[in-house]
């Protein structure tokens, strides 16, 4: 029913004059046909996620006193699987979306990293904020049907890009500005204290 749906949608394509009107309906509709898409295929992929992984555990410590401010009690929701086996690709209308060699993978509270626990790392942390950005994405749309379907009407706006996709550009804005905020953070704990005395 779905390939025949999107035949279809596709032909319209052919049909329909460069009007912007139109295009910009047809634009809609067809990123709808991917959302419906990601609704179905993103479940897919966190049930296979969750059978071919262990069970999470929650943040430590440290890490949710530094992701709290921004994420609240979502820190307490999430839970992490570290050295997790990572999913290549979901498929899509016309083909997959590929992954490729993803360092993490969020299915709402449920994050995948692909490396081992490293406690203190703050690269892991800067992902781990990513992650988290897709956790609380996630959570605020109403959990992972809704989930996959924006975030495959994104990837279909996107120019079916994963670096385009609204969800990611976020995402990575927010890795961006924690990682500075990290950083900051080092640079205040290393200064010397300045010594009063003579």
Request: aromatic content about 12%.
């Amino acid at each position: 029913m779905r390939k025949i749906f999107l035949i279809t949608a596709l032909g319209l394509a052919l049909a329909i004059p460069a009007h912007a009107q139109f295009r910009e309906l047809f634009n809609n509709a067809v990123g709808d046909v991917w959302g419906e898409a990601g609704r179905v295929g993103y479940r897919e992929a966190a049930d296979w996620m969750g059978k071919r992984n262990k069970a999470g555990i929650a943040l430590d410590e440290t890490r949710k006193k530094l992701l709290r401010p921004t994420f609240k009690g979502l820190v307490d929701r999430v839970h992490v699987v570290y050295g997790a086996t990572m999913l290549e690709e979901i498929p899509a209308p016309g083909g997959s979306i590929l992954l490729g060699d993803s360092l993490g993978q969020t299915y709402c509270g449920s994050i995948y990293i692909k490396g081992r626990y490293k406690a203190g790392d703050d690269s892991q942390l800067a992902l781990l904020a990513h992650e988290m950005t897709h956790a609380w994405q996630c959570e605020d749309f109403g959990g992972l049907e809704k989930f996959g379907f924006h975030y495959f009407r994104e990837y279909y706006r996107g120019g079916r890009s994963y670096e385009d996709n609204k969800l990611e550009v976020d995402a990575y804005k927010f890795q961006a500005k924690f990682e500075k905020k990290l950083l900051k953070r080092k640079k205040a704990s290393t200064k010397k204290p300045v010594s009063t005395r003579r």
